[in-house]
């Protein structure tokens, strides 16, 4: 009798330790970068990628090229279900060599926005799947030229499109009831931009500080102030000229790339590359700019990046040219950048940026357009896999 008793508690020990040895896994597992659906997204070479939440779903835009032809493309989006990943729309939609790719919600819709054309500029394109088909929403007046940038951005039950041309800034409007664009200045001139002289922008749309007005903010590479970094704003609700600088012209001192805005805490914040392509961070207090925990946040040489604060935290997602060559994520907490995951550096070849994001990194190689988003349980990264084909893959980080 014994014997069973003994048995019985050995059995009993031995299922104690194998529920907590997977518990322990489970815990470890959360560490990790987990590839989306164990699949790839695309069977395509991407140029471009967007991720974005609608509602708890995870939606990737990509822009594809066609026999690896530059002028054949096509836009897709896709939609992560239970059973993978769905197409909407079966096939996309045209866009030869689509870059800047962008997707937002407006009026109950998911639209799908970027430019097309030649390898740095092209003109905007504006589709939305209405569940049947794709539809051209760009409207008429937005623009004719040769641009770059097109950013869209909705305030108010009105759509607005930012973009340069001829290295000058301007900003038209679109009623949703009328689907024309027209500036938003009174009796513009093609030659009175907004902003003069900007050949890198990033623009965004504000209306925290003021619950009743709204006003589009623009960080840019000033070319008056040899390449320097410069904030604007244009009041929608002011006058037609109601452009205000904020603080000085070229606060950044030196020549910068890849400016990029938002707000943490409701402080406006701006991000660059310094000359040696380190990532800085710039908070605008009392007034006055202030560099972010006052040092280079990230020493380069970085080639490009993503910020995206979630939760008033800071994560980049950022492409680094080094002895790894590798993209790396990381979040910014207790006053110190903490890579996210387990990092292991990626195999493959070294003659471009390979991929860095955690134990998880199963797919080698390099790395072409990358795009983060972050939401509360998880974050997001897309990218083009060079040596698969540049098909796009997502991975996950459970948070």
Not at 70 to 78: E, F, I, K, L, P
Not at 110 to 123: E, I, P
Not at 316 to 330: G, I, P
Request: charged share 20%; hydrophobic share 35%.
């Amino acid at each position: 009798m014994w014997i069973i008793k003994y048995l019985v508690l050995i059995g009993i020990l031995a299922i104690h330790f194998f529920i907590s040895s997977c518990s322990n896994l489970i815990e470890t597992s959360i560490t990790e970068w987990e590839v989306e659906n164990d699949s790839f997204v695309s069977d395509l070479l991407i140029s471009d990628i967007d991720l974005t939440v609608v509602d708890d779903s995870l939606y990737v835009a990509v822009a594809s090229r066609v026999d690896g032809i530059v002028a054949n493309g096509v836009v897709t989006q896709y939609k992560l279900t239970d059973f993978g990943w769905e197409v909407e729309g079966d096939s996309g939609f045209t866009a030869g060599n689509s870059t800047e790719l962008n997707q937002f919600y407006w009026e109950n819709e998911l639209y799908v926005s970027g430019v097309q054309g030649t390898v740095s500029s092209g003109t905007p394109f504006l589709y939305t799947y209405d569940g049947f088909n794709w539809e051209d929403n760009i409207g008429s007046g937005v623009s004719s030229e040769i641009i770059s940038g097109a950013t869209f951005l909705t305030y108010n039950g009105t759509l607005y499109s930012v973009y340069r041309y001829s290295n000058d800034l301007f900003i038209k409007s679109q009623n949703a009831t009328f689907g024309d664009w027209t500036f938003i200045q009174d009796d513009p001139f093609q030659d009175d931009p907004i902003v003069d002289y900007v050949s890198e922008f990033h623009v965004n749309i504000n209306s925290v500080a003021d619950s009743t007005t709204s006003s589009i903010w623009v960080a840019y590479r000033d070319e008056d102030v040899n390449g320097e970094l410069s904030v604007s704003l244009f009041d929608l609700e002011g006058d037609s000229d109601n452009q205000e600088l904020i603080g000085e012209q070229g606060f950044s001192d030196e020549g910068i790339t890849s400016p990029y805005l938002t707000w943490v805490n409701e402080v406006l914040t701006v991000s660059y590359l310094n000359e040696s392509s380190g990532l800085e961070i710039w908070q605008h207090v009392d007034s006055e700019w202030e560099r972010y925990n006052d040092e280079t946040a990230i020493t380069g040489p970085i080639t490009s990046y993503q910020l995206v604060s979630h939760n008033d935290i800071f994560y980049v997602a950022y492409k680094m040219t080094s002895d790894e060559n590798k993209l790396v994520v990381v979040i910014y907490d207790d006053d110190e950048w903490d890579v996210v995951g387990d990092v292991t550096v990626s195999e493959g070849t070294r003659s471009g940026t390979g991929l860095v994001v955690g134990a998880g990194t199963e797919t080698s190689g390099t790395v072409s357009a990358f795009d983060m988003v972050v939401t509360d349980d998880y974050i997001y990264v897309g990218y083009g896999d060079v040596d698969a084909g540049g098909k796009a893959i997502v991975k996950t980080f459970e948070r």
